[in-house]
């Protein structure tokens, strides 16, 4: 595939569907430093046909950290809420990966907001990764965010392996 057969013209945001809303942004600004862009409502017929949901009624919250935008989503009705969350092996489970500069201090903090790792940070011995240090992150309701600390791009420079991973060559 070259550049001119893609249809996508930039990265526009990443939605995560949460249970508390404020209690998830405020985990977003006060622990990894993302700054409030707006909140609004969607409903009635343009909220049930953008995502098929009958009846639905979201808030929304639109946070920013440099070129990233976050739209945290809370369902107002249907509430359905589950008891058990979906863990990342769950088909159709998706998770936004953070470049950080202090992980161990992000993890200590986030717990505070019910974020916590599922295991607990690795340093990467092998592969393009090799000395970075990575963790997810989890709430309650199974949201995931990844956490990578390291000093360099392990793909910079290097665009043969990059297209190499791409094609499933290299891992």
């Not at 249809?7 to 405020?26: M, P, W």
């Amino acid at each position: 595939m070259t550049h001119s057969d893609s249809h996508v013209l930039a990265f526009e945001h990443v939605g995560i569907t949460v249970a508390d809303l404020d209690r998830t942004a405020s985990f977003f600004c006060d622990v990894l430093g993302f700054e409030l862009k707006r909140r609004s409502r969607t409903h009635g017929d343009a909220a049930h046909h953008v995502t098929g949901v009958a009846d639905a009624d979201i808030q929304h919250v639109f946070l920013t950290a440099g070129d990233l935008e976050v739209e945290l989503l809370a369902y107002q009705s249907p509430d359905r809420r589950a008891a058990g969350a979906p863990g990342p092996e769950t088909p159709g489970s998706m998770h936004l990966a953070l470049r950080v500069d202090d992980l161990p201090g992000i993890v200590q903090r986030a717990g505070a907001y019910g974020w916590v790792p599922p295991g607990r940070p690795h340093r990467m011995t092998t592969g393009p990764r090799t000395g970075f240090l990575m963790s997810y992150l989890r709430d309650q309701q199974g949201a995931t965010l990844e956490l990578i600390q390291g000093t360099t791009d392990p793909f910079e420079g290097r665009s043969t392996n990059r297209d190499r991973f791409r094609a499933g060559l290299v891992n």
